[in-house]
């Protein structure tokens, strides 16, 4: 009977250990993971803060020119004036016209070629269309081959011809780019200066007067962008400007040699070439 009790009891002690070491070795592993768990203030840290250069081309940078850009250009700017037809008429019955042998000379108008910097200002308003507005003044000297009287220089003016164009892109978002574009340009002269040594017959006296009249007219222009490192881009653009019919006084009222005002009409087609660097905002 004894015996039988003692049996009992350790089997009720057998299975009441082996319901409870499943439980102990649950806390163990639990108590293992938890300890093999990263410590988060030592591996999260701050992103690094590397910017991207003016002078880098990044990830984020964009590619070409598109929609939305807008464009500040410096370029040096080759102004080749292209008289291509002019009439000087004097008074028929002047001094100037008998010394000269006749009244009215045709094609005998130049007019100096200038190199100056220019400032172009560009905004894209879809990926293909553009519009920019170019400012520059040159200065020029004029002459005029009148008959016998040979060359007499004219006298000087500065030009500064507003140019507003709307361009098609072909290749928006590309490095290379190329572009046509039709505009309207003001030619509007200021600083005007008569002849200080005209030479001839009457030593200055022939031209002694500069003004020139406001002209407006078409513009036509081919060029290209090249995205050169980030917002860098070349720019190399070619313009032609019609400017007809542009009227010119080269003397006074009261001059007694050409009996009153000499009359120039001139077509002056200037072809403007530029090359420079533009950046995008």
């Known amino acids: 009977m004894a015996t039988a009790a ?16 499943p439980g102990a070795h649950t806390s163990v592993s639990a108590s293992s993971t938890m300890q093999a768990a990263p410590d988060a203030s030592v591996h999260l840290h701050a992103p690094d ?33 292209n008289n291509t037809g002019s009439r000087v008429k004097l008074n028929a019955s002047s001094p100037a016209a008998a010394l000269a042998g006749g009244s009215i ?16 200002l560009e905004y894209f308003l879809t990926d293909h269309l553009s519009l920019d507005l170019i400012a520059s003044s040159t200065r020029h000297e004029a002459a005029a081959h009148v008959g016998n009287l040979g060359k007499l220089d004219a006298g000087s003016f500065w030009i500064l011809p507003p140019t507003l164009t709307a361009a098609y892109h072909f ?20 600083n005007m200066h008569q002849a200080t040594n005209l030479g001839g017959a009457f030593n200055g006296a022939v031209f002694d007067a500069m003004h020139m009249k406001t002209n407006v007219g078409p ?61 995008r905002f």
Request: glycine share 10%.
């Open 6 to 21: 003692l049996f009992a009891l350790g089997s009720v002690s057998f299975a009441v250990a082996q319901t409870a070491a």
């Open 49 to 81: 803060d590397h910017r991207c250069g003016i002078f880098q081309t990044c990830a984020n940078t964009k590619i070409g020119l598109g929609k939305g850009d807008f464009v500040v250009r410096l370029s040096a700017l080759g102004v080749i004036t």
């Open 105 to 120: 000379f045709r094609h005998n108008v130049s007019v100096t070629n200038q190199v100056m910097p220019e400032l172009t």
């Open 171 to 190: 290749r928006p978002h590309k490095r290379f780019n190329p572009y046509a574009g039709l505009g309207i340009t003001v030619a509007i002269f200021h």
């Open 219 to 279: 513009s036509f222009n081919l060029g290209f962008d090249y995205q050169l490192v980030g917002n860098w881009f070349f720019n190399f653009d070619i313009k032609q400007i019609l400017l007809f019919n542009q009227s010119v006084h080269l003397s006074q009222r009261g001059n007694p040699i050409t009996g009153g005002r000499v009359r120039v009409h001139d077509d002056v087609h200037p072809t403007v070439v530029g090359a420079g660097i533009e950046y």
